[in-house]
């Protein structure tokens, strides 16, 4: 079985840096790509990052470029986001999802798997 | 960066209804429209892939067509669980986008 565990979520002040992680199993994490999303309360779902099966390229939306940075460690099985020059904005939740298609890549696929989310709250 | 536009962005159906929901993108993305379920609190759940494409253990109940610029989401006959909140994904071309949401609430 496939199971998502985000961690790292927290209260942190604007301008301030976070890290958060996502630890992976029931699958062979080197082999697919891995996306963050968000979700700010009561809002939609936002794409934030994604990066593929081995870790040598990256992707993030225009919000959080230059700012964030995807990294993942295969030998650990586990996915980063490290979060700096924090806003409000920021505030969410932040899930890890898995694509579908073992292709490595994150484009012309899917998230067949979610985890439950950690909560980044950015206020002074 | 492609717009992805959900219609309607709420509506009130009856368990046994037939709802459908439409998504449409600003330009084409081919088949590459997926589409997730998200009962509140809980994290979405994959229901569609590829625009049509069932994912394991989704119930028959749900269908998804289209291509180009136009997709729809149908449930063939609402149950309790499903009402939550739709959305749509394009991941023809990055940054991927969601529309901004289907919720489906008891009439």
């Known amino acids: 079985e496939v199971q998502l565990l985000e961690s790292g979520g927290a209260l942190v002040q604007p301008g301030g840096s976070l890290r958060l992680s996502c630890a992976a199993s029931?699958?062979?994490?080197?082999?697919?790509?891995m996306s963050w999303v968000r979700q700010a309360p009561g809002k939609g779902l936002e794409w934030v990052s994604a990066?593929?099966?081995?870790?040598?390229?990256?992707h993030y939306a225009d919000s959080v470029k230059g700012r964030f940075t995807i990294s993942r460690d295969n030998s650990k099985n586990t996915l980063y986001l490290q979060m700096n020059s924090l806003t409000a904005e920021d505030t969410a939740v932040y899930s890890c999802?898995?694509?579908?298609?073992?292709?490595?890549?994150?484009?012309?696929?899917?998230?067949?798997?979610w985890g439950q989310g950690t909560l980044v709250t950015v206020s002074s | 960066d492609i717009q992805m536009t959900q219609s309607p962005s709420s509506l009130s159906a009856s368990v046994g209804d037939r709802v459908t929901i439409t998504c449409r993108a600003s330009?084409?993305?081919?088949?590459?429209l997926n589409w997730y379920r998200q009962k509140p609190g809980r994290a979405p759940e994959l229901l569609i892939f590829?625009?049509?494409s069932s994912h394991s253990g989704v119930p028959s109940r749900f269908s998804g067509r289209g291509s180009g610029t136009a997709f729809t989401l149908s449930i063939s006959s609402l149950q309790p669980e499903d009402f939550a909140t739709y959305y749509c994904q394009q991941t023809y071309s990055s940054p991927l986008t969601f529309g901004g949401g289907t919720k489906v609430e008891i009439k």
């Open positions: 330009q084409s993305i081919s088949s590459y």
């Open positions: 990066i593929i099966n081995s870790g040598g390229s990256t």
């Open positions: 999802a898995k694509t579908g298609k073992s292709s490595g890549y994150y484009l012309y696929n899917w998230f067949d798997s």
């Open positions: 029931g699958f062979t994490f080197s082999s697919y790509a």
């Open positions: 590829a625009a049509s």
